[in-house]
């Protein structure tokens, strides 16, 4: 079974050392709450409920699965339970308005809990996970009314909320669905299609499930200007707003996957079902935004979450398992060999999953900060600001963090040899789990294009602009620290040859399109490389002056990894910066046919 | 369901056009009836009987799995009719010994067979693999009364093999095992231990099954010199050479494992189970070797066979896929989406899986040919320089041919998106089954260090010298091909990184022994990327010349394929240089307990 306890330790390190929350929130309307140590006891409350109640159901959930009977969907045996726990403890509502039973907590404390709830169980997390999502598209479209009638129970989590886009024939190019949405006479819609790949599309821990639908009307333009998002819900409400008459919606049947088997995955038929307009018509894909963004950041979290509990097995296991000896000689010379920890390339591949995990850490607790700032902030130039460098970095955060946990949860189960590729050590789980996160909310290289053919592009380059500004002005912050140049230079080589990747490709685009999807990749995952040496180089500093007279071993050990990290890692943009320079030819002058 | 056809003209290419393997076998001892033609048409037979008869097999296979039942294990419908179809055509003796009935072809063949075979089913695949290694064991070690007895069954697959290594508390660390042997009055042995992981250890397609069991005599020394290896058979043979009376031995468990489930994977417990000695006392580790060495080649060309459908399947899904538009302009305009092979990221994700496939089969094929001039070459310097090469490349085919497949699977996977997620496209059962080859044989870690530590030092640095050697004669032959020059020069520029990083361990693991394991794997990956790049400017140059008046584009794809390694992933050799270079410390500081 797969070894985690939150790394509460590190957690802190990020917000409290690192980021300076308390002093940032202070700022913040509606943070004032939020003090250190109410983030700090929230976070450890949240480690113990997740840790006693939803770790169990882990591995079990895929053993078992979900069944469908009778049109039903039965989630494993202990995921009702651990989610009425959850939710009679209000863990679902932390970030939410309080205008609708919400806790009101910033986002940047919020995503931590969920860190630790994705790693306890990620297929159970995604139903409260897409409830929370549905949430943020129906508080910034919905009417009042709508708002009045199912917030207050999706915000407890009594209902949960869906998101339906995907449908046989189309996936990432959503202007193709067909499923169509008929004006009734009383203001309501009839919803009529086949959506796929809908988690959470049925399951039995709530009373009602919200579906927000993608819809074509009848008369409505072709492509993605004619799309209109509609809740449908699986009860409509009756007069006293209680849960009556089944809508005509139903489950057509659910997919066997790779992973993340706890989660339903359903194929969903609408017959004419009944449901309300969010926001405006035609307009549905720019409410569908407004849940995504936040889904987005959310599964890049995911990769993170399972590469640290792959990290946390297999070093335990390292620790642990005796084989053979160290070439510098033996180690424990009192037993039969070594513990493999020992070697090296044992300590290559920990590393490496742990350089990700706390350096996506370090970032994400960053870039929920710049969120929860766009947000709250009272100055509309910081809003502007930290929105840019939001939208820059969730493709970052989407496909790297992703990547990265996959590559971390293959490395630790490679640690653990054959055991790790049989069941009952957990660690196959991660790697079929994680896998998913590389691909649900638009594959990779979709994000890789949203990078370089969009964010780059908007408002005449400004987003990387002010990221790079960012980057140089810290640089600059610590010019003088000798103490911190192992870590400071590097970064600032990795930042030219970014820089260099930028120039390139604003020429190489403007001679042929196509050089945009041809360097996105590359050009992301040097993006990335930078954004985490950005982080690293700031971990060692903070770690470089706090870490006389700590006895804990903490700051030696980040100290450590960040150096990992920048002479075993960051190096990598050498070679993105010449790939990327290969060009589009070596990828399109191939003919279709001949693949 | 996967996609797959034998790759046929690519065999041939590599076989005929690259490797001129006809002038090559004709020198060699017994190789005289493998004529062009002989070889074509074996090999169009092989893909026939594998795609109509063991393919089919392969997803109800994995949906299925093995059980157990009353002791017995059961492989899934449909094995055991494959296994006798495959058995009366005689395709398990292709390479073995005309002595005990087997056809004598070349190795070179055997194993292009092999390839069809894994990839049409890799679980399947593995029993008569197993047998084949444990072939090689026998022949070279076992007595003539041995050989006699159970040599021709083997052959003919009427019987099979297993080989039984891995204890609970050691895998790698074979010094460490504890299963015992005991010598009987009449020449026997009675060996008694339990060992795991035994793939084969039992299943219901032959009538007998030999298990190579290492075990220590009980006055044997302690480690790897007193191990010893035995012939213990599921049923021992009665007067007539028949299988008779059952023998002590059982199977405990089977393990239930993230793929390759159609192989049982078998806890196995030795009673005083009645076993021959094969070689001599406390040498077994020296007859394993034999075996093992055949089995690790084996497994590497496991990562080949499933990226070569991985790729199949994506291809042909990205070639029909609709879905969004080219940046270049709509390229189907007839059609409500361009197909997704208009997009430069979905090829680059193809085109890696392709460069590796077909540069993994042209090495593949000349480090077979190599193992056929070291076995039947008449020149003893000839099949010692043949030897050396073999040995230096064996930890690249074993793993980075299993990583890249890996690679390659899940980059295939990617493409097909949610679809390659969900079973039944079948693309997610090969990265499953693609996952174990990193493993089994030897962890992928420990083949980097038997290149490093082991390889790099036999006979003062003979065998790298002689593969660079090799490397530099054949960039001296085309230095006047201009037209070549884009594939050549960035070998060159490969091969001095290569030089340099050879250069910088030699210093290094002079001062410090942990520079060879902190070493290892970037070194590997670097001379594998160098083998890849000798293999694709070889084929590059082949191409160059034939595809004047070629209409099949076969030799333009090449070539486009070519182009692509060098220009997209031969540059990988910068940073790995650069990262290997970052030496030992940055991996041995951290105290193993802040692990």
Redesign the interface.
């Known amino acids: 079974m797969a070894i985690y306890k939150a790394p509460l330790r590190d957690m802190r390190f990020v917000l409290h050392e690192m980021l300076d929350i308390e002093r940032h929130l202070a700022g913040l309307d509606g943070c004032e709450d939020a003090t250190a140590e109410t983030i700090d006891a929230v976070l450890a409350e949240a480690a113990r409920i997740c840790e006693e109640v939803v770790l169990p159901t882990n591995a079990s959930g895929d053993e078992a699965g979900c069944t469908l009977e009778d049109g039903a969907v039965r989630t494993p045996p202990g995921f009702a339970a651990a989610y009425h726990t959850l939710r009679e403890g209000g863990w679902f509502s932390l970030g939410c308005d309080p205008a609708y039973g919400g806790q009101g907590l910033p986002h940047t404390l919020a995503v931590f809990f969920e860190e630790i709830l994705q790693s306890s169980n990620l297929a159970f997390s995604l139903y409260p996970g897409l409830t929370r999502g549905a949430y943020m598209a129906l508080h910034h479209h919905a009417s009042d009314a709508l708002k009045a009638a199912w917030m207050p129970r999706l915000v407890s989590g009594e209902w949960s909320a869906v998101m339906c886009l995907?449908e046989p024939?189309?996936?990432?190019?959503l202007?193709?669905l067909r499923t169509r949405a008929e004006r009734a006479d009383d203001g309501t819609y009839r919803i009529s299609g086949t959506k796929?790949?809908i988690t959470g599309g049925d399951q039995d821990m709530t009373d009602n499930i919200v579906h927000l639908v993608l819809a074509r009307l009848t008369d409505a333009p072709a492509g993605t200007r004619g799309i209109s998002m509609f809740l449908v819900p699986k009860f409509l409400l009756d007069a006293s707003g209680e849960p009556g008459e089944r809508n005509s919606l139903g489950v057509g049947s659910i997919?066997?996957?790779?992973?993340i088997k706890g989660a339903s995955?359903c194929v969903m038929n609408y017959e004419g079902a009944t449901g309300w307009l969010v926001g405006e018509e035609n307009r549905g894909l720019n409410a569908m935004f407004s849940m995504m963004n936040h889904e987005r950041l959310m599964v890049g979290q995911q990769g993170l979450a399972l590469g640290e509990v792959a990290y946390q097995s297999a070093?335990a296991y390292?620790?642990e398992r005796?084989?053979?000896r160290?070439?510098?000689g033996a180690k424990s010379p009192e037993q039969?060999?070594d513990?493999i920890?020992?070697?090296?390339?044992?300590?290559?591949?920990?590393?490496t999953a742990?350089a990700y995990n706390e350096g996506a850490r370090a970032l994400f607790g960053w870039v929920s900060l710049q969120v929860d700032r766009m947000e709250r902030h009272p100055d509309p130039a910081v809003r502007e600001a930290a929105g840019d460098l939001v939208a820059l970095l969730t493709p970052v955060v989407k496909a790297i963090f992703t990547d990265n946990g996959?590559e971390a949860c293959?490395l630790c189960?490679?640690v653990l040899?054959?055991h790790?590729?049989?069941?009952?050590w957990g660690m196959?789980q991660l790697?079929?789990d994680a896998?998913?996160a590389?691909?649900?909310e638009g594959?990779?290289?979709i994000h890789?294009?949203d990078l370089v053919?969009r964010k780059l592009q908007l408002h005449g380059g400004r987003l990387l602009d002010r990221y790079l500004q960012e980057c140089r002005e810290f640089l600059t912050s610590v010019r003088d620290r000798d103490d911190a140049r192992e870590f400071v230079d590097p970064l600032a080589e990795a930042l030219v040859r970014l820089e260099e990747a930028s120039a390139w490709l604003r020429g190489a685009t403007a001679r042929?399109?196509?050089e945009?999807?041809?360097a996105?990749?590359d050009y992301m995952r040097l993006l990335a490389l930078v954004a985490f040496g950005h982080m690293w180089a700031r971990a060692a500093i903070v770690a470089l002056d706090a870490r006389n007279g700590d006895n804990s071993?903490f700051y030696?050990?980040k100290i450590?990894?960040a150096?990992?990290f920048v002479?075993?890692?960051l190096?990598?943009?050498?070679?993105l910066l010449?790939?990327l320079r290969?060009?589009?030819d070596?990828?399109?002058?191939?003919?279709?046919?001949?693949?």
Request: with cysteine.
């Open positions: 995907t024939h189309c996936g990432t190019d202007g193709l796929i790949f997919e066997k996957k790779m992973g995955t070093a390292a620790r005796l084989q053979g160290s070439l510098g039969a060999a513990p920890i020992v070697h090296p390339d044992v300590r290559r591949m920990l590393l742990r996959s293959n189960l490679q040899g054959g790790g590729y049989i069941r009952e196959e790697v079929r896998r998913i590389q691909i649900y594959a990779n290289g890789a294009l053919g042929d399109p196509e945009i999807g041809a996105s990749y071993g030696e050990s450590h990894t150096r990992f002479r075993r890692l190096p990598q943009t050498a070679s010449a790939t290969a060009g589009a070596t990828l399109m002058d191939m003919p279709a046919e001949a693949f």
